[in-house]
């Protein structure tokens, strides 16, 4: 029995460690490609795009980009791994999938509009696999969780 608990406890480490390296790369990769008036085309990243904004002034916009595409998500992966008490107290993951969602009403605005196009990039794949690795994460402990309450 404790074999099995050792592999089990392995997989969750495997796991958060594949949800961070993702998050990472899905953070440093571009998320998209901005086609405008069929001339001009520009790549970003959560790390370009907060970059840009910071060196415009735009203080506000930058944190909160950083605050929710990587600290939110940062610490969402140390809650499950450190299992503090403080983390738990947070409801971080009702931030899982914001920055997905404002991505696809970008997409929806390309797809509905002749002035520009986007297409998803690789960094957008690794930061929604990263997203799903931690409600993978979820799932388990929990099915862990019930199972040992019966």
Do not use: C
């Amino acid at each position: 029995m404790q074999n099995k608990n050792d592999i089990k406890q392995s997989l969750l480490k495997l796991l958060i460690f594949f949800e961070f390296m993702f998050l990472l790369l899905g953070v440093s990769l571009p998320l998209a490609t901005i086609d405008e008036f069929w001339f001009f085309s520009s790549e970003f990243s959560v790390v370009s795009l907060a970059y840009t904004l910071f060196n415009s002034r735009e203080y506000a916009l930058a944190t909160i980009i950083i605050a929710f595409g990587l600290i939110f998500p940062i610490l969402k992966i140390f809650q499950h791994s450190l299992q503090s008490q403080f983390l738990q107290t947070l409801p971080l993951h009702k931030f899982a999938l914001l920055d997905i969602f404002l991505l696809s009403f970008l997409v929806f605005g390309g797809k509905m509009s002749y002035f520009y196009a986007v297409d998803l990039q690789l960094g957008f794949y690794f930061m929604l696999f990263s997203i799903l690795l931690s409600f993978l994460h979820i799932i388990i402990v929990n099915y862990q969780f019930k199972k040992s309450k019966l």
